[in-house]
């Protein structure tokens, strides 16, 4: 058994525009844009949804929207996806980016949030 659960929006911007997409995601939000520490890549709109992240990131392709699913067990949740008909992109060690059928991006991580809020709301898989 593991778990897991929706983790985040993640706004793929083109590196080059990161910043003033993170201002204008942040103005439109009404949220604070606070860079990621360890993690230049992600602006994190803090407090856009409550128990929920959501990030701008800088990306060196297309401008594009993916989220993330956190889990207690990242092979597991991986197989089990790939069993609904999700296919690697890449995988990067501690988290793989999927392509679901349709052809949208999201990625399985290992548990970001806070652990009470993760147990409180993660749903269990066999």
């Known amino acids: 058994m593991h778990r897991s ?7 793929d911007t083109p590196s080059d525009e990161a910043a003033t997409a993170a ?18 890549e992600f602006i ?5 949804v409550a128990g929920f992240a959501v990030d701008v990131q800088a990306v060196g392709d297309a401008p594009r929207y993916h989220v993330d699913i956190e889990t207690d067990d990242v092979p597991a ?33 290992p548990v970001q949030s806070e652990q009470s809020l993760f147990d409180s709301t993660a749903r269990t898989w066999s």
């Open 5 to 11: 659960r929706l983790f985040g929006l993640f706004i």
């Open 23 to 40: 201002t204008f995601w942040s103005s439109a939000l009404g949220t604070p844009a606070l860079p990621v520490p360890g993690e230049e």
């Open 44 to 48: 994190q709109l803090q407090g856009a």
């Open 77 to 109: 949740e991986r197989e089990r996806l790939m069993g609904l008909g999700a296919e690697i992109v890449v995988d990067h060690g501690g988290h793989t980016t999927l392509r679901a059928p349709g052809g949208h991006l999201f990625c399985v991580v």
